[in-house]
Structure formats: structure tokens, C-alpha cells
């Protein structure tokens, strides 16, 4: 929610602080891109802190981090400590996808995807509750009330992380076999169940957590590593740029259904702000996104990760070329999801933080030029930027069809070994 949150927040300031600072289109893309750079720097750190110190632990530590330099930022005094704090916030949100990874370690294998997918319409609830908070904010209070009213749902979340209990298998991966069998023995009490009888087998805690040499210990996980960094490049590269785009076609008075041709090159230079019926149109291509992760709540499950995410990357593809806005939207929202799911999957329990927080990190270099894409290449040429975009998700969905591992009913692997077990029988 927190990330989904900071990428409309961005969409609905840079116009603003665009027309109150009187920046240029470049200045602009900065603001969005800054933050983006935090996040690759952020990400792969907060993973390996995840893995060493638990993921409870680093989700506390990420919040309060978020909490802090997003209010500030509130009270930035120009352009340059805006962009200061903002990547600050940045490299906070780095962090936010372990929650996926405590998350993933607490669901059994057959439904793993459903209900990691179930949580995932939070990242929709993020993007509407900004929206909405800057309905009703931006026109009368202004953008800095935005950032503080934004901020405060961090609260909560500060709250909730302190009451959760620390993954049994990250305690397994630290040899720590009482506190294991303390955050089993709570599920099975919350459950009404009682545990299984039987011992629980640990190892002995000493080795490397959160090394990434370990992401390429043979070929085929240096396979497997390369084709997510792709994947995670190019889906994130589309997805922001799409809502980026989103907000840069409404400012100029177009819809959810327009073609390339319709496009004046001529009429992206002016400031202009958002309007509240520009708000409202932000509103409904977000609720777009409802049935993309309805799609892959649906099929995920039994159609597989793999085939889950490459029909909906093609699907974009073809979206996009026509500028279905609310289309494309909604399946490259479920294709992200999907690949959130696949990718702690894949990894052993001492390296699941590291490698999504290193596949976060690649995919911020996407976030990254996709500001000066959406934003500033938009200006020059709408029909080339709608092209790349289409050609980068095909890209994707090709590329998904070669990971060598299908993780659809497969357990959570606490050790290396197994995953090279796994690739070797694929």
C-alpha cells in the first residue's frame, strides 16, 4: 500500500510542484526519479537486513523510516530538499517488499497464491486513498498537507508489524529452534489446531544470510536470477510509466480510450494542473486494476505463476498499441502481482530477502528512466513512446517463458540445495 501510495503521490505532485517552483519538464521527472533511486539503493539493503536481523524487525524499521522523511518532507523549503527527502522516503520504500517475504512464509504451498494475491489489492486501496486525500487536499489545503495526511497510515502500520510474530522460517534459517517451534506453536493455537507430531529439524545457523554471490551459484540459478532481473526491469518500467502516462494524457484532456493518432506532439509543454475531474478520471483507471488482480486471483493457482504472468504481460502488450488506458492498467497490475508471488518462491529462506529486495532494486532502474519516457519523451514523440512500451511488456512476457522453474504447489525452500534439486529436475 505504502509504495503503491508514493507512486500516485509522485503523479499528482511533480504537476503541482511543477507549476509552484516553475520547473522544467526535466526538474519534473527528477522528482519521481529520485525516489526510484533510493529504491534501488534501499531495496537490496533492507533484504539483506531482513535475512539477518528478521523480518519483523526490519518492517519496524522500515516503517518508522517512512514515517519520518515523509512527514519532513512535507516541510521542504525548495526543489533540492525536496529531492533530498523524497529519496530518503525512497530508500525506505526499498524496503516494503519484505512484507511479501514474512507474508509468503506463513501460507501453506496450495494457496499461497491466492491469498498472497488476495493481499495484494492493498496496493490498490494505497493508490485510491492518495487520490482521494488529494481530491479533496490539493485544492484547498495544497500539496503539503498531501504529504503529511499521506504519511500517517504508517502509524497503523508501525502498530500491526510490533504485534506480528517473526517467520518460523527464518528462525529455522538462524539455527534458533525454540523460537521456531514458539511462532508454530502460536499458529496452531490461532488456528485451533495442534501441531504435528514429530521433531522439528534445524540447521545450525551458521551460514551466510543475505549473501548475494549465492543468487549465482551455478548456471541455473544464474539463469533463473538473470531472467527475474529482466523481468522485474521491464514489468516495473511499463507499470510506473503507464500510470505516469495515465496522469500526463488526463492533464491534457484525454480518456481511457485513445489512439496515438488523437495525440497532439504539440501540446505537452505548458503547466497544467490537475483537476478534479482529472482526479476522478485517476480514480477509475486505478479501480482498472480490480480485474487484472482478479484474473490472477482466479488462475494462478492452477494455471501456474509462469503461464499467469506471460499471458498478461502479451495482453498489455497489445493494450497499450491501441491505448486502452483502463486495459493495460488492470493487466499489468495482476502480471506484477503475480511475479511479487513467484519470486520469494523461487529463493531458500536465507537469501528469499536478498534476492526480491535485489529484483526490487534492478526494477527501479526501470522506475527510474521511465519518468523521462512518460514525461519528457512523451513531448517529442507519443506514437514512439506508446511503441516502446508495448515492445519492452512483450519483451517480459517472453522472457517468463524461459525461467526454468514453475513454482505453483511447491513448498518453501529453507536451503540451497533444494533449489538446485528443483532446477536440476526441470
Request: glycine letters at 8%; a positive charge; charged letters at 15%.
Amino acid at each position: 500500500m505504502t509504495d503503491a501510495g508514493e507512486l500516485m503521490l509522485l503523479s499528482i505532485l511533480s504537476p503541482e510542484l511543477q507549476c509552484k517552483w516553475h520547473l522544467a519538464k526535466w526538474q519534473q521527472a527528477l522528482i519521481t526519479t529520485i525516489v526510484f533511486v533510493g529504491y534501488l539503493i534501499g531495496s537490496p539493503l533492507w533484504g539483506k537486513f531482513a535475512d539477518v536481523y528478521g523480518r519483523k524487525t526490519a518492517l519496524i524499521m522500515i516503517g518508522l523510516w517512512l514515517f519520518v522523511f515523509g512527514l519532513l518532507s512535507s516541510f521542504s523549503p525548495n526543489y533540492i530538499w525536496m529531492l533530498l527527502l523524497r529519496g530518503l522516503v525512497g530508500f525506505g520504500i526499498g524496503g516494503t517488499a519484505q512484507t511479501v517475504v514474512l507474508y509468503s512464509e506463513f501460507l501453506p504451498s496450495t494457496v499461497r497464491g491466492f491469498w498472497m494475491t488476495l493481499v495484494s489489492f492493498s496496493w490498490i486501496l494505497g493508490v485510491v486513498w492518495v487520490v482521494a486525500v488529494g481530491y479533496f487536499v490539493m485544492p484547498t489545503l495544497g500539496w503539503r498537507w498531501l504529504l503529511v495526511i499521506s504519511a500517517m497510515p504508517l502509524i497503523i502500520f508501525i502498530a500491526c508489524c510490533y504485534f506480528l510474530p517473526e517467520s518460523a522460517y527464518y528462525h529455522v534459517a538462524c539455527g534458533n529452534k525454540e523460537a521456531a517451534l514458539d511462532t508454530l506453536k502460536l499458529v496452531a493455537k490461532t488456528n485451533g489446531k495442534s501441531l504435528p507430531p514429530g521433531d522439528l529439524k534445524v540447521g545450525s545457523g551458521s551460514g551466510d544470510r543475505g549473501t548475494f554471490v549465492e543468487l549465482y551459484s551455478d548456471r541455473k540459478t544464474t539463469i533463473t536470477t538473470s531472467l527475474l532481473l529482466f523481468i522485474w526491469f521491464a514489468m516495473a518500467f511499463v507499470y510506473y510509466g503507464i500510470v505516469l502516462l495515465t496522469t500526463e494524457l488526463f492533464a491534457k484532456g484525454h480518456s481511457c480510450a485513445a489512439t496515438p493518432a488523437n495525440i497532439d506532439e504539440t501540446c505537452f509543454d505548458s503547466c497544467q494542473l490537475l483537476t478534479k475531474k482529472d482526479y476522478t478520471k485517476i480514480i477509475i483507471t486505478t479501480l482498472a486494476e480490480f480485474p487484472g488482480h482478479l484474473i490472477t486471483l482466479g488462475i494462478i493457482d492452477y494455471a501456474g505463476r509462469k503461464l499467469t504472468i506471460s499471458i498478461q504481460n502479451m495482453l498489455c502488450a497489445g493494450s497499450i498499441l491501441l491505448l486502452f488506458i483502463c486495459t493495460k492498467r488492470g493487466l499489468i497490475s495482476g502480471a506484477f502481482q503475480a511475479i511479487y508471488i513467484y519470486t520469494p518462491e523461487v529463493y531458500p529462506t536465507h537469501v528469499r530477502g536478498m534476492g526480491l529486495g535485489t529484483c526490487g532494486s534492478i526494477a527501479r532502474i526501470g522506475c527510474i528512466i521511465t519518468p523521462f519516457v512518460a514525461q519528457v519523451f512523451l513531448d517529442k514523440s507519443p506514437t514512439a513512446t506508446i511503441a516502446l512500451y508495448a515492445f519492452v511488456c512483450f519483451l517480459a512476457a517472453v522472457a517468463i517463458i524461459f525461467l526454468p522453474i514453475e513454482t505453483k504447489g511447491r513448498n518453501l525452500v529453507s536451503q540451497l540445495k533444494e533449489t538446485k534439486s528443483a532446477l536440476k529436475s526441470s
